[in-house]
């Protein structure tokens, strides 16, 4: 079986700038936001059931998921996330197996958000949390995506606390400046999980 290691993290932390540095050492990676959004374009496996869920107004025009409606929907409503979850998440868990196991690359990084409240540890060997304070978290989105700070701070209050996302890591990236650190500590952890797979397979 794969080694598998779970990339998580909060909003704007830098997930996939540490996912990309990953794909750049050979790395396996399969993202669940990506998944989603391929599940979730026309004709995607979970649309059927999202419009049944939420209603036929949450498909626009080009037949794919109206990403901004239904976003605002379940932020403002947890029970409305909860369903949306339990419609996605088994379809990106199973896509993320099947991903992993189709290689044969030495381990294989998943890069899953709310891999800790969705309780989904069971999946992997490894967890690896990229951390930067929550300012810092409010200001990349910000310039990212444009989205007020209160919204973005509500987003941060659906994510599980930055404490307890820290308790339950394995290894840390402290990912709040330096690139050449960055790139550093990767390399580090990479080297590292090599070795743990090496020791899995005996």
Do not use: C, W
């Not at 290689?103 to 999946?123: D, F, H, M, N, R």
């Not at 444009?146 to 890591?169: F, V, Y």
Request: charged share 25%.
């Amino acid at each position: 079986m794969t080694y598998r290691v779970a990339l998580t993290g909060g909003i704007g932390s830098g997930k996939s700038t540490v996912a990309e540095q990953f794909a750049a050492l050979g790395v396996m990676v399969s993202d669940a936001d990506a998944i989603a959004h391929q599940l979730t374009t026309a004709d995607g496996e979970a649309l059927s059931a999202i419009a049944a869920a939420f209603g036929a107004e949450m498909i626009d025009t080009n037949g794919a998921l109206d990403r901004a409606r239904l976003r605002n929907r379940v932020f403002a409503d947890p029970s409305a996330r909860r369903q949306l979850e339990g419609i996605l998440h088994p379809l990106i868990r199973n896509r993320m197996l099947e991903e992993t196991e189709a290689v044969s690359a030495p381990y294989a990084l998943l890069v899953i958000p709310l891999l800790l409240e969705t309780g989904q540890q069971a999946l992997v060997d490894r967890v690896l949390v990229v951390d930067v304070p929550e300012t810092v978290q409010i200001a990349r989105v910000q310039n990212r995506s444009g989205l007020d700070p209160a919204e973005i701070k509500r987003i941060i209050a659906s994510q599980i606390s930055r404490a307890e996302r820290l308790a339950a890591a394995d290894n840390v990236i402290d990912n709040r400046g330096d690139a050449s650190r960055l790139e550093s500590r990767i390399v580090q952890l990479h080297q590292m999980y090599l070795e743990h797979a090496h020791q899995q397979r005996g």
